[in-house]
C-alpha cells in the first residue's frame, strides 16, 4: 500500500530554535495534513492544505503542500517547550475519504529549556 | 466540551482474554474510526463506520471487531487478545463534509498491554 516517509524521526532542539520536517511519498496525494499529539493526549490537527503548492500558516506553524504533490513540509518557528509533541503528517488521495488517510510515522520533537 | 471520549484508557490483559474499548463522540459526527499506534509505525487503521448502520474493515483488522451501537458510540472488541495487540488505540470522528477533506478528531487514547 502506499507509504509515507517521515524525516527526521526525532529531533532534540534547544528552545527558540527554528524546527523543519518533511513527509515524501511515492504517490500523489490531493490533501496534505499536519497533526500533533502532545503526550498522553490523541493527535489534533494542525494545518490542512488542498491545493499543490499551498502554503498556509498557523501562528508560529507553517506547512507547504509540494508541487510535486507528493511531499509536504513543516516549519516551527522559535520553538517553545508546548510544542513538546509527536508530529504526524497524513496524505489523501482524491476523491478517497478520510478513511484511506495514510499517515508518517511521525517526528517527535525534544526541546531543551 | 468532551469531543471523543474512550475507556478504559488503561488496562492489562492475559493473552487469550476478550475486552471491548468503548469510544463516544458528542459532536454529531457521522463517521467514525479506530486506529492503533505502534512505535514507528504512525497510526493504522483497524475498523471505520462511514456511517450508522455500517462498518468496514481497514488495513489491519484481523484479531478485532467493532460495533456502531449507535450515532455516538463506536465499540471495538479484541475476542481473544494476543501479545501483538498490545498497542495505543485512538478513535476518531469525522463530519460527512470533513471526512472528505480527511480531518478527524481523536480521542484521548487506550493503552493496552497483553502478557
Known amino acids: 500500500g502506499q507509504q509515507l516517509n517521515q524525516s527526521p524521526q526525532s529531533m532534540f532542539i534547544q528552545e527558540g530554535e527554528d524546527v523543519s520536517m518533511n513527509c515524501t511519498s511515492s504517490?500523489?496525494?490531493?490533501?496534505w495534513l499536519w497533526y500533533k499529539q502532545e503526550p498522553g493526549e490523541g493527535p489534533v490537527l494542525l494545518i490542512a492544505l488542498y491545493k499543490a503548492g499551498e502554503l498556509t500558516s498557523n501562528g508560529r506553524l507553517t506547512a507547504q503542500f509540494g508541487i510535486t504533490r507528493k511531499d509536504s513540509f513543516l516549519n516551527i518557528s522559535a520553538s517553545i517547550p508546548s510544542d513538546v509533541g509527536i508530529y504526524f503528517c497524513a496524505g489523501q488521495s482524491f476523491g478517497q475519504g478520510a478513511q484511506k488517510l495514510v499517515f508518517g510515522q511521525g517526528t517527535r520533537l525534544t526541546i531543551n529549556p | 466540551n468532551a469531543g471523543v471520549t474512550q475507556t478504559p484508557k488503561f488496562q492489562v490483559l492475559k493473552t487469550g482474554q476478550s475486552m471491548t474499548l468503548q469510544c463516544a463522540q458528542d459532536?454529531?459526527?457521522?463517521?467514525m474510526y479506530w486506529y492503533r499506534q505502534d512505535p514507528g509505525m504512525g497510526l493504522r487503521l483497524i475498523y471505520y463506520?462511514?456511517?450508522?448502520?455500517?462498518?468496514d474493515k481497514g488495513e489491519v483488522p484481523n484479531g478485532y471487531n467493532v460495533s456502531r451501537l449507535n450515532k455516538r458510540e463506536f465499540s471495538l472488541r479484541l475476542e481473544s487478545a494476543a501479545p501483538s495487540q498490545t498497542s495505543v488505540y485512538f478513535c476518531a470522528s469525522s463530519e460527512a463534509r470533513d471526512r472528505a477533506r480527511g480531518e478527524l478528531f481523536f480521542g484521548e487514547g487506550s493503552r493496552l498491554t497483553v502478557l
Open positions: 459532536m454529531n459526527h457521522n463517521s
Open positions: 504517490s500523489i496525494f490531493n490533501t
Open positions: 463506520s462511514a456511517s450508522e448502520g455500517t462498518t
